[in-house]
């Protein structure tokens, strides 16, 4: 096991093209300097033909959020003037008029 930890390991650390730090504080201040948005910026890489398109799709996602913001969640309450069961089966038959609510008459009106 001793050989197993630590040292380089194939597909280990950053990708090619993947920023640093440094990388992302200079396109930042590149930025600023242009007055140009990071939206701007995700466009740019997304249009253009000569990026690869690895890149182009990642400058898509960067930029969707500034485009298309997530729908929040709503709570919902719903209340029920009537019995569902009971609208269900009358509109069935006209009848029934639901199974805790049916009368003796009822079922026996049913059976014949």
Known sequence: MAGKHGGARPGAGRKK???????????????????ESPLDYFV??????????????????QAAPYCHPRLASVDQ??????????????AIDGRT???????????KETLQ
């Open 44 to 61: 740019s890489i997304m249009k253009d033909q000569n990026e690869p398109v690895t890149r182009r799709d990642w400058a898509a996602a």
């Open 77 to 90: 309450t719903t209340t029920f003037k009537t019995d569902p069961l009971s609208d269900i089966l009358n």
């Open 17 to 35: 093209g993947v920023p640093n730090v440094r990388q992302q504080a200079k396109i930042v201040k590149d930025l600023m300097e242009r007055g």
């Open 97 to 107: 008029t639901g199974i805790k609510t049916g009368t003796e008459d009822d079922k």
